[in-house]
């Protein structure tokens, strides 16, 4: 079982570029996040998505986008990176009922130049 | 809003003596609790969870944690610590009946367990 799997493992980007990191989960889950995460804050909602077809925004979504493609895919967009945004991205994915517990990704580390 | 406080950035133990890490939370229901670890370069995975019922759960690699409700405080705990456990942990609380629905995460605790 693949679990939740990020693409790509590494990313450097030079300031204003675009990208997006893509986040596939095979486990049927309805729920789906991205979190950054950053030394001493522990991780950050960026946005979720609780549903097919539906996007919220989480903690500290400015400066990205998501799509909810289909039920196993969630992306997450940069249009105009910035140095702030240096971090590492893990994706997430939650089963409903009683096994609230999410599920992570290997994580995506970002570096803005 | 919920939230989630680590008090301690580093834990030290030796290696066979009993460790704690520390959390405590705010949230307005009823709280989902959670701990994660993290080992280097890798994702987030679950240890435990206490959703309702008794108050001591066991979770993976002899783990286990007391949620203690007049406190807000949910404390990982192993009896005997190994040197493989040195890793980041990092505690979450959901309050489910919440619209956002979303995990909060604490800052994390580096454990480091000395050989």
């Known amino acids: 079982n693949a679990g939740v799997t990020q693409t790509p493992k590494f990313q450097v980007l030079k300031t204003g570029q675009s990208m997006t990191l893509q986040c596939a989960q095979d486990m049927n889950h309805n729920s789906m996040y991205w979190y950054r995460q950053d030394p001493g804050m522990g991780l950050r909602l960026i946005y979720y998505s609780a549903s097919e077809g539906t996007t919220d925004k989480g903690e500290v979504p400015n400066g990205y986008n998501v799509s909810r493609l289909n039920k196993r895919e969630f992306s997450l967009r940069l249009e105009s990176a910035a140095p702030s945004q240096t971090s590492v991205y893990f994706c997430?994915?939650?089963?409903?009922?009683?096994?609230?517990?999410?599920?992570f990704g290997q994580g995506t580390r970002l570096t803005v130049v | 809003a919920q939230s989630v406080a680590q008090p301690e950035d580093q834990v030290n133990v030796a290696e066979g003596n009993p460790l704690t890490v520390k959390c405590t939370y705010s949230?307005?229901?009823?709280?989902?609790l959670f701990w994660y670890v993290q080992y280097p370069n890798r994702g987030l995975q679950f240890l435990l969870k206490y959703i309702t019922g008794d108050n001591l759960v066991k979770g993976s690699y002899g783990f286990e944690a007391e949620f203690n409700k007049s406190q807000t405080s949910f404390h990982l705990k192993k009896p005997s610590a190994l040197v493989s456990d040195s890793a980041l942990y990092f505690c979450?609380?959901?309050?489910?009946?919440?619209?956002?629905?979303?995990?909060?995460f604490g800052s994390g605790t580096q454990l480091t367990v000395l050989p």
């Open positions: 949230v307005s229901g009823n709280p989902y």
């Open positions: 997430a994915s939650k089963p409903g009922g009683a096994k609230p517990e999410a599920f």
């Open positions: 979450a609380v959901r309050d489910p009946s919440g619209s956002a629905r979303q995990l909060t």
